[in-house]
């Protein structure tokens, strides 16, 4: 078995301490999510980034990447790149164009303006995009 | 069937080992391969509604704040604890059934499983708090305390993706189940440890998952 | 199924583990084999049947279309006859077609394997296949689907039919796709012979490894979208429905995010079994071995960021519009650099033209034209003109038909002698390749005149000036079908005959004509020993595999 020899290596304590530290993470996002940082993009950016924080920590140590063969950590970063492409195309087109919205839903359409965030997991956060107006039902 | 091997191999082979491979270091691999390949087929199946929520959160911030006002925040962060513990107890579940630790591996595959359900009775009161409330998708969105429409578009969001990630748990508990009762009757050893290795790396994805849906649906604001 | 037929073997007195696979065990246990030869040819069975129904449904769209307004059938039964056409062509035949049917029985041995790496999961993904296609077929019992194969969204939510389960087939399809990815992609990664390199792989399995990392990737956005329209249906959620404020130019998004790679999980398996049949049929070395196999994996991944131009009239951003229209023209590129090496590979070669090799003549000619055409429709400002018209069909129809198909029929004429043993009439394969050839044409090419015209596709009614044209198409569509009533003829009358099929008809040199037709159960004695590149043709024959009779 490749990671054989490292299972017994990878003793026990590496664990415990990989599962203080998720916690502790967990209590700080918490925490944050209590604090107003000026805006929620900024919120959201630390939750996510803590969040990405806590992915890693998993996946290198309980998900064995670190001492696996490389060809299983360049399965799961593809899937994250290709989950970005994903996520980028459709964004550029969403923020990049007039809305398609019924009529009297909303006033004014998306201005293609507050484009500068980077298309990271958080790009679908946009807190400065103008307040739908008024309730159709 | 698969397991027949007409041709003479070199020495005693192990029971385990299928047919098609040379040895059991190249059949655990191809099987950690595989189960990579199906990981990375999850995460672009959450990965999908992440795009669709993100995007529809990007247009309509207001009517997702004012829908994740109407999640229980300690709820949420006592079941990412319980996930979180729930992977600890599963990969030392891994490492002992790979150094031979029978009673350690059942013991914690029982843990696990115990994680696992206390996550699903939290997530039970939470999802019966919204029904009560009238906070259920679409055209069932029977909310009367006031809020920007698209809350319903929100809740819809908010019961698919925690419905899949749930229906997840129980696959995971089912699989954790069954490597438990094979760990009981011995199948396990150093030499032949992967259903625990292949549920672990499963069960790790079920809790990588959540670790995004807390703050992405607890956490805006 | 082949095996009924009784037939001595041919191999001599042999053990018991040397009896070919058609012949190891009782018919029964063909439902729970997990031999990945068995599996492929249940799988040819299950798409050619399913080719058969969807061909019966192009016949009907083309009858109906003969002449303007009502002919056989009114525009309801219309809308849902040109739906389960398409939805059945590509979930259920052209998708599997050639990587479960011809690539589970060829991949492993090409490799030098026994089986692929999960035998048990090749299974269980080919009755998830089975357990979809009967769903479809209940769903097209119990009240059809009229949205076009494409599902679009808000039509799709407020429909009725059979929608939620069209959906929920299409679903459980993708689980299918996804599993046969998985078991190729770990079985070339682990399971090669010794002695085959990266770059001593046939082509094909290049192909097939490129294809596969497509389906692992694209298809679960297809699963989560498909969800997503059912919830919209059961839920009213609104994720899609602009009148919930939701973005049906999202759906578009999500579903090409999908099925533009798939048209690419499509292409790619019928580029590998040409690449395959030209340098056995040409006797010749593969001219640009490398850049034909990293081409193959080019195009898988720039799949993966050209959807949009499926939606420049869509009211997607100008901007989107304008990078998906360049990345699009980057497909080009690696598709040529494979037309190019085809062609070079033939130069000078001694071909014979049997009926692998007029398949992939046929292929080269075909995909030149619908490769061509994809970049007309790829520019955004010719696509504002020709988008939803004639000339799309006509354009998908030379790169879906005129080459996918075309090539897994090639395919199967290259592998039949293996599969079952036994050789087709050649004669008579050829008069069908023509008939094929000639019928493919006379109903597509009229289709580009008719779009560039303005004919726009699903219609039921058009106007009288369009009629000439579609009727030459209707009648192209009779020959089509003639073509291949005349290789189902064929096809079926050599399996009742005795084994004839010599080991290796073609004189080829990858791994699976070093072994008898049909194989053994474990397809080899001993396991090969690969010493030379796959298409040496060069130098002297030095098999890989020892130990045959």
């Known amino acids: 078995m490749s990671d054989h020899a490292h299972a017994h290596s990878n003793s026990a304590r590496v664990y415990v301490f990989t599962l203080a530290v998720l916690l502790i993470l967990t209590g700080i996002t918490v925490g944050a999510a209590y604090v107003n940082f000026g805006s929620s993009s900024i919120n959201l950016f630390i939750a996510v980034g803590i969040a990405t924080l806590k992915a890693s920590l998993v996946a290198l140590f309980f998900m064995h990447l670190r001492h696996d063969p490389p060809l299983n950590a360049i399965i799961f970063i593809s899937s994250l790149i290709f989950l970005g492409l994903f996520l980028l195309f459709p964004w550029i087109d969403i923020y990049s164009r007039d809305r398609v919205v019924p009529y009297g839903l909303r006033v004014q359409a998306q201005p293609a303006a507050a484009q500068k965030q980077a298309p990271a997991p958080a790009a679908g956060e946009h807190g400065a995009a103008p307040a739908p107006a008024a309730a159709h039902h | 069937m698969s397991s027949e091997t007409h041709v003479v191999e070199h020495g005693a082979e192990p029971a385990f080992r299928q047919h098609h491979f040379v040895d059991a270091e190249q059949q655990f691999s191809t099987s950690k391969i595989g189960m990579w390949l199906f990981l990375a087929t999850e995460i672009l199946m959450f990965g999908g509604l992440f795009v669709g929520y993100g995007l529809m959160q990007g247009v309509y911030p207001e009517a997702w704040v004012a829908g994740h006002h109407h999640l229980d925040r300690i709820m949420g962060a006592i079941n990412t604890v319980f996930l979180l513990c729930s992977s600890f107890t599963m990969v030392m579940a891994v490492h002992a059934s790979s150094t031979n630790q029978k009673s350690k591996t059942i013991l914690n595959l029982l843990f696990t499983l115990a994680f696992a359900a206390g996550f699903l009775v939290i997530k039970y009161f939470e999802y019966s708090h919204k029904f009560h409330d009238g906070l259920l998708p679409g055209r069932y969105f029977a909310y009367h305390g006031g809020g920007p429409p698209q809350q319903a578009m929100f809740f819809g969001f908010y019961f698919v993706m925690t419905g899949l990630h749930g229906f997840h748990v129980v696959v995971g508990m089912a699989l954790i189940t069954w490597i438990t009762i094979r760990a009981s009757r011995g199948e396990f050893s150093s030499a032949y440890y992967t259903p625990v290795d292949l549920v672990g790396l499963y069960w790790h994805l079920v809790d990588l998952i959540w670790i995004y849906l807390f703050p992405l649906l607890y956490l805006v604001s | ?549």
């Open chain 3, 1 to 549: 199924m082949a095996d009924t037929v009784a037939s001595p073997q041919v191999h001599g007195p042999v053990g018991q583990h040397d009896v070919d696979y058609l012949h190891d065990g009782s018919l029964l246990s063909w439902l729970t084999t997990v031999d990945h030869k068995k599996l492929g040819v249940m799988y040819l069975w299950s798409i050619l049947f399913m080719f058969f129904l969807g061909g019966i449904f192009a016949l009907l769209v083309r009858l109906e279309l003969f002449a303007p307004g009502k002919t056989i059938m009114d525009a309801e039964t219309y809308n849902k006859v040109f739906t389960l056409h398409g939805a059945i062509m590509v979930f259920l035949f052209i998708i599997p077609s050639i990587p479960a049917a011809l690539g589970n029985f060829a991949l492993p041995i090409m490799l030098g394997a026994k089986d692929v790496a999960f035998p048990r999961l090749n299974l269980l993904s080919f009755w998830i296949y089975a357990t979809g296609a009967m769903i479809a077929v209940v769903a097209m019992v119990t009240g059809g689907v009229d949205t076009g194969w494409t599902f679009y969204t808000p039509y799709s939510t407020t429909t009725d039919g059979s929608v939620a389960l069209m959906t929920f087939a299409a679903f459980v399809l993708g689980f299918s796709s996804i599993l046969t990815g998985v078991n190729f992609i770990a079985t070339v990664h682990k399971l090669r012979a010794p002695g085959m390199g990266w770059f001593k792989m046939p082509l094909f399995i290049w192909g097939i490894y490129s294809t596969a990392i497509i389906q692992v990737l694209a298809t679960p956005v297809l699963a989560i979208t498909l969800l997503l329209l059912i919830m919209e249906r059961t839920f009213g959620v609104g994720v899609f429905d602009p009148k919930l404020g939701g973005d049906p130019v999202l759906f578009q998004h999500f579903f090409w995010f999908y099925s533009h790679p798939a048209v690419y999980i499509m292409i790619l398996p019928g580029m590998a079994i040409i690449s395959e049949i030209v340098p056995a049929m040409s006797q010749k070395t593969f001219f640009g071995y490398k850049a034909t196999a990293f081409s193959s994996v080019a195009i898988a991944i720039v799949s993966f960021v050209v959807w949009g131009h499926h939606m420049f009239t869509s009211g997607q951003s100008q901007l989107a519009g304008a990078i998906f229209s360049f990345l699009t023209f980057l497909v080009g590129i690696p598709s040529a650099i494979k037309v190019f090496n085809w062609i070079t590979t033939m130069y000078k070669g001694s071909i014979s033209l049997q009926a692998p090799m007029l398949y992939a003549l046929m292929f080269l000619i075909l995909f030149g034209i619908g490769g061509l055409t994809g970049i007309f429709l790829g520019a955004m400002s010719v696509d504002i003109h020709l988008h939803d018209t004639y000339f799309v069909v006509a354009h998908f129809h030379y790169v879906m038909m005129g080459s996918t198909v075309i090539a897994f029929f090639g395919g199967l004429h290259y592998w039949w002698p293996k599969m079952f043993g036994r050789m087709y009439n050649e004669t008579a394969a050829r008069i069908a390749a023509i008939l094929v050839f000639i019928g493919f044409n006379t109903t597509f090419l009229p289709q580009f005149l008719l779009g560039s015209r303005g004919m726009p596709r699903r219609y039921y009614n058009y106007l009288p000036e369009f009629q000439f044209l579609h009727q030459v198409s209707t009648v192209g569509s009779w020959i089509l079908g003639l073509g291949f009533l005349i290789m189902a003829g064929y096809l079926f009358a050599s399996l009742r005959k005795k084994f004839d099929a010599p080991p290796n008809p073609w004189h080829a040199r990858t791994l699976e004509w070093q072994i008898p037709s049909p194989p053994i159960t474990h397809n080899f004695h001993e396991v090969p020993v690969v010493k030379s590149d796959p298409y040496d043709y060069y130098r002297p024959f030095e098999p890989s595999v020892k130990g045959h009779h």
